[in-house]
């Protein structure tokens, strides 16, 4: 029986040695592998901060220890084909400054982000709809108003003029089934990407 015992005991130890090695961090030669900050005498001058990752760090000891990490550059969506704002604007306007829900201003800002990151330098038409209230005159003028309102905004947010047709206007023939013919919902600018 002791000598089971001992047996035994001898496994576990070798286990636990095996154990041990195996889990030891393993370094290699190759500085790379190593974090280094500038200034160390071992790496070239203007060597970042980084793990083996390339994971950016910062220094405990202040930025003048190290060069800047890079800036991440802002992740940019696709343009998509056909995009949708629905700038409320006060009753009868069309200006911009006449926005009432300035966060869609915002998801237009952003759509225009994406236009002007884009490598496919896409042309865009700028079509404006309204709800079945009124003559189809008057909302021909006003969805025409309200696309040129639209566009003069993508110029002036940086989008070349030669990028985007003239605006252009459905007025109240387009209205969308899912909502009412009166409904908030039908006033809208589509730009279409091509």
């Not at 005498?41 to 800047?68: I, R």
């Not at 992740?75 to 056909?82: F, N, T, Y």
């Not at 003029?161 to 209205?175: E, F, M, Q, T, Y």
């Amino acid at each position: 029986m002791l000598k089971t015992i001992k047996h035994q005991a001898s496994i576990l130890l070798a286990t636990a040695l095996l154990l041990s090695l195996t889990a030891a961090p393993t370094f290699a030669s190759d500085h790379q592998t190593f974090w280094f900050a500038k200034g160390d005498p071992a790496v070239p001058q203007g060597q970042l901060w980084v793990n083996p990752f390339g994971e950016c760090w910062q220094s405990a000891h202040g930025p003048g220890h190290m060069p800047p990490c890079p800036a991440e550059e802002p992740a940019h969506e696709p343009v998509p084909e056909q995009f949708t704002v629905r700038l409320n604007f006060e009753f009868d306007r069309y200006q911009i400054e006449n926005v009432v829900n300035r966060d869609e201003l915002a998801n237009l800002d952003r759509y225009i982000q994406n236009v002007l990151a884009s490598e496919a330098n896409e042309f865009l038409t700028v079509v404006g709809h309204t709800d079945s209230v009124g003559s189809q005159a008057y909302n021909y003028t006003l969805g025409m108003n309200r696309a040129r309102a639209v566009r003069d905004y993508l110029i002036s947010q940086g989008v070349p003029a030669n990028r985007i047709a003239p605006p252009a206007s459905r007025g109240k023939l387009d209205l969308l089934p899912d909502y009412a013919p009166d409904s908030v919902y039908q006033r809208r600018v589509v730009i279409h990407a091509q």
